[in-house]
């Protein structure tokens, strides 16, 4: 497990940034193990550490056999401090400072952050968690973790899905219709809402376009192997399979671009470390046998002007582009760069 967004959220920001020791109310930098995080460290800028409670090590500090694994990484488990008092309570493995001492310590240091700040910038707070909160909810209903392999079976020439990620999908997309979002946040609203119509868009094509393969899984429909022999039916049924298909790359590309919007904008205006580790989602495409690579897909700085910007050209547009590009040469339109693709598509509304 690592400490996820809301985790962190709530540690740092309880915390007000500063040790949480008494006496000692050093205030702190996130320190991300990085290149970056050692450099500041050179000139004298000191790194915070997101220190245990109870350690997940049978032979570490305060390690507690019945303490729910779960919580481990957990804001209740952890204790923010500077490098020289996380030593010193992990000293002799802990003898020195019991996890109801840390505990209370922890307590004591968040009583004394929560009223040195005044109403709003209380309220502020709270609704920062609640952002982090529904952040966290969102990774786990869209699977961020697994969007490369579903990316990869819809990108194969024959794309495919299987169904658990359909019912997935289907589940976060009713999420994001419903949802309310703090209006102190709205760069990442209109991201959310842009990441909403584009996957109202794939799953309404999913639903018209995929067929039952078998009981778990689907994939895209190809009427043109159910036809006898007949070259004018068939070039129409190809051509038609070859919308389908493109239109799905397309929205995939879209839907790449419009969560990896969503990242950035959280990271902008709720936690500037969001997903720092982790960083963006990728795309993967190729046939899934002889090539496949990674793309790393954003939306350009254009897409993303004005006050309300709305980077998603619709269905539409994208479909009115693709049959008139397919209907010269269906097969030649194999080889087209699914990327430029959406660009053209955006250059000629």
Known sequence: M??????????????????????CSQTLTADLGTEESELLATVGVVMGEEAHIRSARPDGP????????????????????????????DKN????????????MKASHERLVTESLGTGEESQR?????????????????????????TARLNQPIPI??????????????????????????RTEQA????????????????????????????LRREYKNIGWDPDAYKILFAEFQVERFYLYVL???????????????????????RFDQGLVLMRDGDGI??????????ESDELAGENPAPHPGKNAIVEFLKEHISRDAHYFEGYNLAALVREVKAAL
């Open 2 to 23: 690592s400490i996820n967004v809301l985790n962190r959220k709530l540690l740092w920001g309880r915390a007000g940034n500063r040790c949480a020791f008494p006496a």
């Open 62 to 89: 305060r390690y507690d056999a019945e303490y729910d694994d779960s919580k481990l990484d957990s804001y209740e488990n952890l204790l923010l401090l500077c490098p020289t008092h996380h030593t010193l309570i």
């Open 93 to 104: 493995s802990g003898a020195g400072f019991s996890v109801a001492k840390l505990e209370e």
């Open 126 to 150: 709270e609704v920062s968690e609640r952002m982090a909160a529904l952040l966290l909810v969102w990774e786990q209903k869209m699977k961020l973790d697994q969007w490369e392999l579903v």
């Open 161 to 186: 899905l299987d169904d658990a990620s359909y019912s997935q999908m289907i589940a976060a997309g009713a999420w994001l219709l419903k949802m309310r979002w703090p209006n102190r946040f709205p």
């Open 192 to 219: 959310f809402r842009n990441l909403h119509h584009v996957t109202a868009d794939l799953l309404n094509h999913l639903q018209n376009c995929m067929e039952s393969r078998n009981e778990d899984a689907w994939r």
């Open 252 to 274: 995939v590309i879209e839907a790449t671009k419009a969560i990896n919007w969503v990242i950035t904008e959280a990271a902008n205006e709720v936690d500037m470390f969001y």
């Open 290 to 299: 002889f090539k496949t690579w990674m793309l790393r897909l954003e939306y």
